[in-house]
């Protein structure tokens, strides 16, 4: 039968490919064999993992995983392949491609399992797919915020033809001033927007250190619980911290609103600002009057501002970096009434 590989050339895989795991099923779709490979991949001893069934080593939680029955199905006539979430033993998840082979063996028949790591590949599958989504909405704020200023210059030239007078020269001016300036921050958001090609370990203590300078005022408080290092962009991701100390200074605390009139003329200097880790990622939270749950989706959109000198700018870039990276950002409420920004989708150096 075509695609159906021997004992013999299983145990030559077996010794031949080390950064993969190698492992044969029954016709049960049961563990039947448990290598050294396999052991090292899973953390699993071979008596934890002989004798269970393939579905064991999916991450459920993580999405629905592909039924083993119709697994082995299609594996009695010919080698199938399944990209799934998978769980090593220490509750780490993984994507994997998992591929099973019919194996000819002179007592009984069963099924050779390869399963090999592919979140490098996956992550940068997101990365491009939200770098797409990306540029659809660069186009649509193009189309849409160039079209009004396009407008004005066009009345104000027509109205220039007919009167001749310096004023709507002027107003000209200011506008294509301001269409520069919407142009320079749509290309800084791109910019910042870039897949990270080459990330490296990064110290989250250190990035923050940076980030802090000239950011947080000296009667602001930052409360640091350490996070694990992660692979970052580090310039990149000093930004991110910017941006959300900058945020949490810029909208300030209800505390320090009250104090005094000199405390509400200087924002949110007195804010209080906790970084500190999620089981995938880390938070930044602050002390401040929080975000209303309607707009917890659109403080991200370019553009969106509560501020009358806002750029509405800022967590527009942190997207941007955050996907840049695979990651993922989310904004809720956090448990001192403020705003709470979850980063997630990161798996740590350490």
């Known amino acids: 039968m075509d695609g159906v590989i021997t004992r013999d050339a299983y145990q030559q895989l077996l010794e031949g490919i080390a950064d993969h795991a190698l492992f044969m099923l029954d016709t049960e779709g049961c563990i039947s064999m448990w290598p050294e490979t396999a052991k090292q991949f899973y953390g699993y001893e071979p008596e934890d993992a002989i004798g269970r069934s393939l579905d064991t080593l999916f991450a459920e939680e993580r999405g629905e995983p592909p039924a083993v029955e119709d697994l082995l199905a299609e594996a009695k006539v010919e080698p199938v392949e399944t990209d799934s979430w998978h769980e090593r033993a220490d509750g780490s998840v993984f994507w994997a491609t998992c591929t099973l082979s019919p194996l000819s063996n002179e007592s009984s028949d069963g099924y050779a399992v390869i399963v090999r790591d592919t979140t490098t590949r996956k992550q940068y599958e997101r990365m491009l797919e939200r770098q797409n989504d990306r540029l659809k909405e660069f186009t649509d704020i193009l189309s849409h915020d160039l079209r009004t200023p396009l407008g004005i210059i066009d009345g104000r ?194």
């Open 157 to 350: 030239l027509e109205l220039f033809r007919e009167s001749g007078e310096g004023e709507h020269l002027a107003a000209i001016e200011r506008t294509t001033d301001r269409m520069e300036r919407l142009v320079e921050d749509l290309l800084r958001v791109a910019r910042q927007g870039q897949v990270v090609d080459h990330p490296e370990p990064t110290d989250i203590g250190r990035v923050l250190e940076i980030a802090k300078e000239g950011t947080l005022p000296e009667t602001a408080t930052l409360r640091y619980e350490s996070i694990p290092r992660v692979m970052a962009d580090p310039d990149r991701l000093v930004q991110v911290f910017e941006n959300l100390l900058r945020n949490s200074v810029e909208h300030g605390s209800t505390s320090s609103r009250t104090q005094s009139d000199d405390s509400a003329e200087h924002g949110g200097d007195s804010v209080t600002v906790r970084i500190g880790p999620l089981q995938n990622g880390f938070y930044v939270e602050d002390d401040g009057p929080g975000i209303p749950a309607d707009d917890h989706e659109r403080v991200f959109d370019h553009g969106y501002t509560t501020r009358e000198d806002g750029t509405g700018y800022g967590l527009s870039v942190v997207r941007s970096i955050v996907g840049a990276h695979g990651w993922d950002v989310s904004v809720v409420d956090a448990d001192h009434g403020g705003a709470r920004f979850e980063i997630t989708g990161i798996e740590f150096v350490d």
